[in-house]
């Protein structure tokens, strides 16, 4: 199953440019997770217009090791490093007591009050889901970060 690079969503990069988002470790960022019925794209703005939390239509519920408003990730940084800044975090690890079927990764701002998006990553490109059984899952992030800037 081949898995997709970090998108941001248009809105999100706005919110980069106009201070909402703080990359610098100081502001809490989240993983939720979605199925394939969620509408997404880069374009996505949601029914607020604005590509919030709230917007999201097909989060995966609380059940078997997930919890509903996803993983929070840790040891968020922002560096730079000849002319090029890398937005990473730790890779996540988490224990599942059943299965669950996923498609995208949704970042967002949790210690925003709108919980405002920032971008996703399909972990499915081919068009299907990720299905996990019970046991260790892990979501790995590109050895370059989630996403860099030159």
């Known amino acids: 199953m081949a898995v997709g690079s970090f998108t941001l969503f248009n809105i999100g990069k706005l919110k980069l440019f106009d201070g909402t988002f703080d990359l610098n470790g100081s502001m809490g960022f989240k993983l939720a997770l979605t199925t394939s019925s969620q509408a997404i794209a880069a374009t996505f703005a949601g029914t607020s217009t604005d590509c919030r ?3 999201l239509t097909a989060e995966l519920g609380t059940a078997n ?3 509903a408003g996803g993983f929070t990730l840790s040891n968020v940084t922002l560096t730079r490093s000849t002319g090029t800044i890398t937005f990473d975090a730790d890779d996540i690890a988490a224990t599942l007591t059943g299965g669950v079927t996923f498609k995208y990764g949704i970042v967002y701002a949790n210690s925003l009050t709108n919980k405002d998006l ?5 972990f499915d490109t ?6 996990a059984a019970a046991g260790s899952l892990a979501i790995a992030f590109h050895a370059s970060g989630l996403f860099t800037a030159v």
């Open 53 to 55: 939390y709230a917007d």
């Open 65 to 67: 090791g997930y919890t």
């Open 118 to 122: 920032l971008g996703f990553v399909d």
């Open 126 to 131: 081919g068009g299907g889901s990720i299905s």
